[in-house]
């Protein structure tokens, strides 16, 4: 949907004519304005038209049916990917996607491996969590969670991520609160630094995934750019300014970033109040192999005899491609 058409055709409608399309279309969920009976005819067929909110897509369901992936064909005929992932404690989070491919090239993503081809319009971002808050409705249940972790660098796309969060926080809208949404990055400095400056509580991931400049540089080879001392500064002031926790999710990956050693040099940079880290099972993408559970373990222990706040995040989606690092948009 073409959003500046969709705010200019109710600039010449009495102003509530707004707020009752917002609610039809973000809390109805309404698939196709010829459903929201409350607008004049005439205006639903010019919505119809020209601001259109059917989505094409095809899904797909993991066999424990706890993942849900859903490939959305964009107007231009790319395709993107977005993940629901509906947890046992009745969370549903919805990992969305900011760019077709990714211009970063991590060594251990499929998406980077796709190359990019360009950034989401808002309305694309938008579009993805509309998919699935409509299938959720009809097993009655709602998005609870946001999480920008899909394909492509939110802050190389920064406008339009702010736009669509602002979008769904919207109380006349979706009206999901602003904790609820997450945005992960590499650590592009500039997007971290505005984000500090915006009045939003959201919350900011660093993909840090190596202990060392050396090692980074070889997972990511941004990390020439932002190297480790320059995000953590970043970081530093971030959390002066907003008081909010910071999460570093760190991919564990065999006999490549999970010694004793790497614990240790990790929990030296970790051990800062509002820190936390996460450590995340690799997903197999055919590059490296996730380091055994007893290594998880061990390195976990040892960031928290250091002190470190730390967290293991369980796996989604691994069969049907929909984990961390496996999102490729392959036309099927
Ligand atoms: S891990 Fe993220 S930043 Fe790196 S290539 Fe993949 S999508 Fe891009």
Not at 22 to 39: G, M
Not at 115 to 129: C, D, N, P, T, Y
Not at 269 to 277: D, T
Request: charged residues 30%; proline residues 3%.
């Amino acid at each position: 949907m073409d959003l500046i058409q969709f705010q200019k055709l109710f600039k010449k409608e009495p102003k509530y004519r707004l707020g009752q399309a917002k609610k039809a279309l973000f809390q109805d969920l309404i698939q196709n304005w010829q459903t929201a009976k409350v607008l004049p005819l005439s205006l639903r067929e010019e919505l119809n038209k020209e601001c259109s909110i059917e989505i094409s897509e095809k899904t797909f369901i993991s066999k424990d049916k706890n993942t849900v992936k859903a490939l959305l064909t964009l107007e231009d005929g790319l395709k993107v990917e977005t993940v629901l992932m509906r947890h046992k404690d009745k969370r549903n989070t919805v990992c969305v996607s900011s760019q077709v491919g990714c211009p970063l090239d991590c060594s251990f993503c499929a998406t980077g491996k796709m190359g990019f081809k360009r950034s989401l319009e808002a309305w694309e971002i938008v579009e993805q969590v509309l998919f699935f808050a409509r299938y959720l409705k009809k097993i009655k249940e709602r998005i609870t969670n946001i999480v920008f972790m899909g394909m492509g660098e939110p802050f190389l796309n920064y406008q339009n991520v702010i736009e669509a969060i602002k979008i769904l926080n919207d109380k006349e809208g979706f009206n999901l609160g602003a904790r609820h949404f997450s945005i992960s990055t590499v650590g592009i400095v500039e997007g971290i630094e505005e984000l500090a400056k915006e009045k939003l509580q959201i919350n900011l991931a660093i993909s840090l995934h190596a202990p060392n400049d050396e090692l980074r540089s070889k997972l990511m080879p941004i990390n020439k750019k932002y190297p480790i001392k320059k995000i953590l500064n970043a970081i530093d002031d971030y959390i002066e300014k907003t008081r909010r926790r910071v999460m570093f999710e760190y991919i564990m990956i065999r006999d490549l970033n999970d010694s004793e050693e790497e614990a240790k040099t990790l929990a030296r940079l970790m051990k800062k109040p509002l820190y936390f880290v996460n450590l995340i099972s690799y997903n197999p993408t055919g590059i490296f192999k996730p380091s055994l559970s007893s290594r998880i373990k061990k390195f976990k222990e040892i960031l928290e005899k250091e002190g470190v706040a730390v967290t293991q995040r369980y796996r989604f989606g691994e069969d049907i491609e929909a984990a961390c690092g496996q999102l490729v948009a392959k036309p099927r």
